[in-house]
């Protein structure tokens, strides 16, 4: 059963209004949320011919929150949606209040020394997923100063749930195969560019995120996703030089970029039961990149971690809850703490290779972040980790 219906359940026999936790960063976060119709694209994964039609959700600076309140982490139709599609009839909601603010007005922090537009970074979700299901790591990023995202592709994400009402469910997109994940990463490569398109020429488009007033730079970008996100992060970066730097977070690669690697800044992070040891399709990719690189890997963590369901089951099981299931799935780190891991290191790797700062964190193990290992080289000219020829 899905993670988010669970915590449904459990949030509901308690009575509970869940809350993210707060951002990391020094900025205030406003969120809205854009329909991306892309009439130049047919829907090669759609049950019948229509156009390529995204949903983005888009994080942001504000500086103050005068007028606008929080905005819901998951839209109600999200777990109507779950309900129905696992045959229960209980009417559960999950309410879950993020620490973003909605449609308030973009501006970077006060304290910011720079006049020009922040940097972007586009986020792929997870097989299955939506951009909802990671938004405490949106929300930290974008606290960080980044314009941040997220993308939901039709068919492939499990649901969405467009401004007009319809509805995109999944359908066509298997992961079963080599062959059938490469060409879902392929669709997402190009669903990640089109959004590169419509905010860097199309200012009607653009001028929809509340205080941008005409098109964006988007000659550097930052992209990154978890699971197949992560793997299409790396896909997107091989295919469009305006990917300038990325990062994967736990997802096998697939395709060509296997055997290509990247030529720009990548990072990889982990969870502590994956790495080059065990997925070649990392030792193959980290031997074939050539450019700046780093891996780490976060103790008590696993694939699920990445989400935000991780620190939603923490609040549940504090407020005295039981989620039948759920704790092998989710690791041993505290929720909240993984938040702040990820959006640490991806902020700071992001800093470094879009904004030329040096961040410390990245330099090695420290008593800050004692969950963090840290993979190199040099511990792979060790014999840890095979090199790849």
Not at 295 to 310: K, L, M, Q, W
Request: charged letters at 15%.
């Amino acid at each position: 059963m899905h993670l988010l219906l669970l915590l449904a359940f459990a949030s509901q026999a308690l009575s509970l209004n869940l809350t993210l936790p707060n951002p990391i960063g020094p900025s205030l976060v406003g969120r809205t949320s854009i329909e991306l119709l892309d009439t130049s694209r047919l829907d090669p994964l759609a049950p019948d011919v229509r156009y390529r039609d995204l949903m983005l959700s888009i994080f942001y600076p504000i500086q103050h929150t005068r007028r606008y309140h929080l905005a819901p982490a998951f839209v109600p139709a999200y777990a109507t949606y779950l309900e129905t599609s696992l045959g229960l009839s209980s009417n559960i909601t999950l309410t879950v209040t993020s620490a973003a603010y909605a449609n308030a007005y973009l501006h970077p922090n006060s304290n910011s020394t720079s006049t020009s537009q922040p940097n972007i970074l586009l986020f792929s979700p997870g097989h299955g997923n939506s951009y909802q299901d990671y938004t405490a790591t949106l929300t930290n990023l974008a606290s960080q100063g980044y314009i941040v995202v997220g993308v939901d592709h039709p068919f492939d994400t499990s649901f969405i749930l467009y401004p007009d009402n319809r509805t995109a469910i999944a359908t066509n997109s298997s992961t079963d195969t080599a062959a059938g994940a490469a060409r879902t990463v392929d669709i997402r490569v190009a669903d990640l560019r089109a959004v590169l398109d419509f905010l860097g020429t199309n200012a009607t488009f653009a001028k929809q995120i509340p205080g941008v007033h005409g098109t964006l730079d988007v000659s550097s970008v930052g992209v990154f996703g978890h699971s197949l996100g992560g793997a299409a992060s790396a896909s997107a970066m091989a295919t469009d030089a305006r990917f300038a730097c990325g990062s994967n977070l736990d997802g096998t690669f697939w395709g060509s970029v296997v055997g290509t690697g990247v030529e720009r800044p990548f990072f990889l992070m982990s969870s502590a039961v994956h790495n080059q040891s065990n997925d070649d399709s990392w030792k193959w990719f980290w031997g074939n990149s050539t450019g700046e690189k780093l891996e780490v890997g976060i103790e008590g963590s696993v694939h699920a971690t990445f989400t935000d369901f991780a620190v939603l089951y923490d609040d549940v099981v504090a407020a005295g809850g039981s989620v039948p299931g759920v704790a092998g799935t989710l690791g041993t780190i505290q929720g909240a703490r993984m938040l702040e891991v990820v959006g640490e290191f991806a902020g700071a790797w992001f800093d470094g290779c879009l904004q030329g700062k040096r961040e410390v964190v990245l330099d090695g193990p420290s008593e800050a972040w004692p969950e963090v290992e840290f993979w190199d080289l040099g511990r792979m000219n060790e014999g840890l980790i095979e090199t790849p020829n």
